[in-house]
């Protein structure tokens, strides 16, 4: 069995590579190839805290895995991780467990690389300006992801914590000098937003992060913090705008993200609204962004879809790279 830590992974693979893995995914859900069970998870009675256990099997692609995630969002303030995790990869023919991989970085990857798929496909091509809400565990991936996809010449960071997010700017800044973008903080997310053409919220909060009024036309917004019922990081004004909505999965949206879960229970807006699954963009059953007036939302929850393609591809390349340690 091969352990693949944090920095191992690193040495052999890429959010590149990820978003590659994740495009699969999505596509491979959404065609009905994916067997993933809506995932378990167990929330403590703080309403905040709760265990994941997340199943994953794909006979297309010959690949399976099982995450088992724990969720802490107030970590952040303790300085450490709000997200502990493993990833079992498995042969799928033995049945042994032939990897466990740092389940807080590949879901940092994959949960990056959703974004990525997302705006590939759903932002307009010249954007200039992005912003990044939330500087936590998901963010530098997040935004690697913007960099990559997108090539903006600013982003603009913010985050409850100014200081933090200062420093999150700054370290960004130098990590990803080769994508030649100006990233900076600024005291609060509507003047990050106001008139960025890609905008990513990355919070665990109970009410909106920012007012939807200062989202400019054909801009791009993905929720990716809020995975509870009662979370709600995007404004319910955003989601009537929005001129598109597309998500991971449909199932888990309606089950787990406040972002549309609100809307939908306040009879703001009906399921008829819903565009529908990133996967069917990609295969080209369904139509995505069509103007650069658009504006277009795109939630994501996580699935364990995500985390297949992506443990399946990091062990691969592990593999051919001889990167790893071998325990018995």
Not at 60 to 69: D, H, M, Q, R, T
């Amino acid at each position: 069995m091969l352990i693949l830590t944090k920095n191992d992974i690193e040495m052999c693979y890429s959010i590149k590579d990820c978003i590659s893995a994740v495009q699969d995914a999505f596509e491979y859900f959404s065609a009905g190839k994916v067997d993933v069970p809506l995932r378990t998870q167990i929330v403590k009675s703080n309403g905040k805290d709760s265990f994941l256990c997340m199943p994953a099997f794909c006979e297309a692609y010959n690949a399976a895995c099982v995450k088992v995630l724990n969720m802490f969002p107030e970590n952040i303030n303790k300085g450490r991780s709000s997200i502990n995790a493993q990833v079992l990869n498995i042969d799928t023919q033995t049945g042994e467990i032939n990897a466990i991989l740092d389940g807080n970085y590949v879901t940092q990857l994959r949960t990056g690389a959703a974004s990525g798929v997302a705006l590939k496909y759903l932002a307009k091509k010249d954007c200039h300006k992005g912003a990044l809400i939330g500087t936590g565990g998901q963010a530098a991936t997040q935004l690697e992801a913007m960099l990559l996809m997108c090539k903006p010449a600013l982003v603009q960071v913010s985050d409850l914590d100014f200081a933090r997010a200062t420093r999150f700017a700054q370290e960004m800044q130098q990590k990803f000098a080769k994508y030649q973008t100006k990233i900076m903080a600024v005291e609060s997310a509507n003047t990050a937003i106001k008139d960025a053409d890609v905008i990513i919220s990355v919070t665990p909060s109970t009410t909106p992060v920012y007012d939807a009024s200062y989202i400019k036309a054909g801009a791009t917004i993905c929720g990716v913090g809020s995975y509870q019922p009662q979370m709600e990081e995007t404004p319910a004004e955003l989601v009537t705008r929005a001129d598109k909505i597309y998500f991971d999965s449909q199932a888990a949206v309606l089950a787990e993200s406040g972002d549309l879960i609100i809307p939908l229970n306040k009879g703001l807006i009906s399921q008829a609204k819903l565009t529908g699954e990133i996967g069917r963009v990609i295969s080209g059953e369904l139509v995505g962004r069509e103007n650069d007036q658009e504006v277009i939302f795109f939630e994501t929850v996580g699935i364990a879809a995500q985390d297949l393609m992506t443990a399946k591809t990091i062990y691969q390349k592990a593999v051919e790279q001889k990167i790893g340690s071998k325990q018995n």
